[in-house]
C-alpha cells in the first residue's frame, strides 16, 4: 500500500495549481497584489518579494499554474508573446544560428530579421519541415532549433521528437512555441523540447481582454530567461496575470468546444465553391494529419483556407460575416477572421510571403465557442453574397 496520490489531471492542475487560498485572508481567488514594492523588516529581510518587476505573487501563481500545465520545472511569464520570445533569443550570442521553420508567425520572423539579425544572430529557414529537412539546415553554428506546431497560417504539424533529437544530435536547444495548440492539446515538454514559448494572450486567457506571453521549461535552462525579465522589465502585471490565470481554469472545456466546432466547419468549408483548400489537421486529407493524431489530444480551433479568387475573392468574404470578427489575433472565445497577408503576416516581404504560400487568397479562421451551425451559417451567407 502507498499514501501517495495519482498526479493530478489537467483541469484539477488548471484550477488548484499555485492558486491555494491566501494566507492572509483566505480569499478563495488569487488577490490581485497591485503593489509595486513590498515592505521590508530589515534590509534584506522580506517575505520572498522586493518589487513588482522582479516578482509578484498574483505572477507567481501564474508562473507555478503554467509550469504544471506543461509539465515543466518552473514558468516565466511575460508582458506579450513577443517579450516572452526575446527573452529568449537572448540567451543567444552573435553568430549563432536559429533555425525556424518557413511558415512561422510574421511577428517572429520581423524579430528574427529586423531585431535579432542586425544585432549579429544568423536565422535560417526550411521550406522542409520533416526531420531530415531540419537535419539538413542545421550547422556547427546552430544553437536553436525554433518551431511552431501547428505553424501559423498554414497549419503545418511538426515532428517535435524527432526535431529535438536532431537538435540535441547538434548540441542545440529545441523551443516550441505552442500557442496554437495549448497546453490541454500538447505538451513539448513531455517530447523531448527544451523550452516551450506561449503568446497567453490566446487559448490560455481566452476571452480578448489581455496581452501576456510565458516561457516554460527547466530551472537551470530558464535561470539566464529570468535574468533577462528581471534586468529589460518586460513583465505582466498583476491585473493582466490574474486575467490569464483566470482564463486557463476553463482551458480544458474551452478547448473541448473549440476544436469540435472546427472539426465540424473544416469539411464544410472544403465543399464549398471557391474554397481551392482547406488547411486543418484533423481533415484526413491533411498531409501531417497522422502526426497531428499521435502528438494531440485534438485538432485545435484555428483553420485557413485558400480562395479560388485570391485577394478579391479573400476581401469580399472577410467583409461579410457578421459573426466571424474581422480582426488580428485568435483563441478567444468569440470566432475571428483574418488576412494574413495584410494583418499578422503583413512584416514578411510579399515575394517571400507568397513563395510560402500566404499569398491574397488565404484566409485565417479562428473558431469560437458559439454555437456551430450559427458560425456555419455566418460563412454561408458571407460566401453566398
Not at 520572498?48 to 509550469?67: D, K, Q, V
Not at 532549433?145 to 503545418?156: R, S
Not at 489537421?281 to 502526426?291: A, R, T
Amino acid at each position: 500500500m502507498t499514501d501517495e496520490l495519482r498526479p493530478l489531471g489537467f483541469s484539477t492542475l488548471a484550477i488548484h495549481e499555485g492558486q491555494a487560498a491566501d494566507p492572509a485572508t483566505g480569499a478563495t481567488v488569487v488577490p490581485i497584489y497591485a503593489t509595486s514594492t513590498f515592505t521590508q523588516e530589515a534590509p534584506g529581510e522580506h517575505k520572498g518579494y522586493e518589487y513588482s518587476r522582479s516578482g509578484n505573487p498574483t505572477r507567481a501563481a501564474l508562473e507555478s499554474c503554467l509550469a504544471a500545465l506543461e509539465e515543466g520545472e518552473q514558468g516565466l511569464a511575460f508582458a506579450s508573446g513577443l517579450a516572452a520570445s526575446t527573452a529568449v533569443l537572448l540567451t543567444l550570442r552573435p553568430g549563432d544560428e536559429v533555425v525556424a521553420a518557413s511558415d512561422l508567425y510574421g511577428g517572429t520572423y520581423r524579430l528574427l530579421e529586423r531585431v535579432f539579425k542586425q544585432w549579429g544572430l544568423i536565422p535560417r529557414y526550411t521550406d522542409d519541415i520533416s526531420p531530415e529537412g531540419f537535419a539538413r539546415a542545421v550547422t556547427p553554428a546552430t544553437k536553436l532549433i525554433w518551431i511552431e506546431t501547428p505553424t501559423n497560417p498554414l497549419l503545418q504539424v511538426l515532428d517535435i521528437a524527432a526535431i529535438a533529437a536532431i537538435a540535441h544530435g547538434a548540441g542545440a536547444l529545441l523551443a516550441v512555441d505552442n500557442t496554437f495548440a495549448s497546453p490541454y492539446l500538447q505538451q513539448p515538454l513531455r517530447l523531448g523540447a527544451d523550452l516551450v514559448v506561449h503568446s497567453t494572450t490566446k487559448y490560455l486567457g481566452g476571452h480578448s481582454d489581455v496581452v501576456g506571453g510565458a516561457v516554460i521549461g527547466s530551472r537551470a535552462l530558464l535561470e539566464p530567461i529570468k535574468f533577462y525579465q528581471n534586468a529589460a522589465g518586460g513583465v505582466p502585471g498583476p491585473f493582466d496575470s490574474w486575467l490569464v490565470l483566470r482564463g486557463a481554469k476553463t482551458l480544458a472545456v474551452r478547448m473541448d468546444r473549440h476544436c469540435a466546432n472546427a472539426a465540424q466547419l473544416a469539411p464544410w468549408l472544403a465543399e464549398q465553391p471557391g474554397v481551392d483548400r482547406v488547411y486543418y489537421p484533423g481533415l484526413p486529407s491533411h498531409p501531417n494529419h497522422d502526426l497531428a493524431r499521435r502528438q494531440m489530444r485534438d485538432f485545435g480551433g484555428m483553420i485557413s483556407i485558400s480562395l479560388a479568387g485570391g485577394g478579391e475573392a479573400a476581401r469580399r468574404l472577410l467583409t461579410r460575416t457578421k459573426l466571424f470578427s474581422l480582426a488580428e489575433s485568435l483563441g478567444g472565445v468569440e470566432s475571428l477572421i483574418s488576412h494574413p497577408a495584410t494583418m499578422t503576416h503583413a512584416s514578411i516581404p510579399a515575394e517571400i510571403r507568397k513563395a510560402r504560400g500566404v499569398d491574397d487568397g488565404l484566409v485565417r479562421l479562428s473558431v469560437g465557442i458559439e454555437d456551430v451551425a450559427d458560425l456555419q451559417e455566418d460563412l454561408r451567407q458571407a460566401f453566398a453574397s
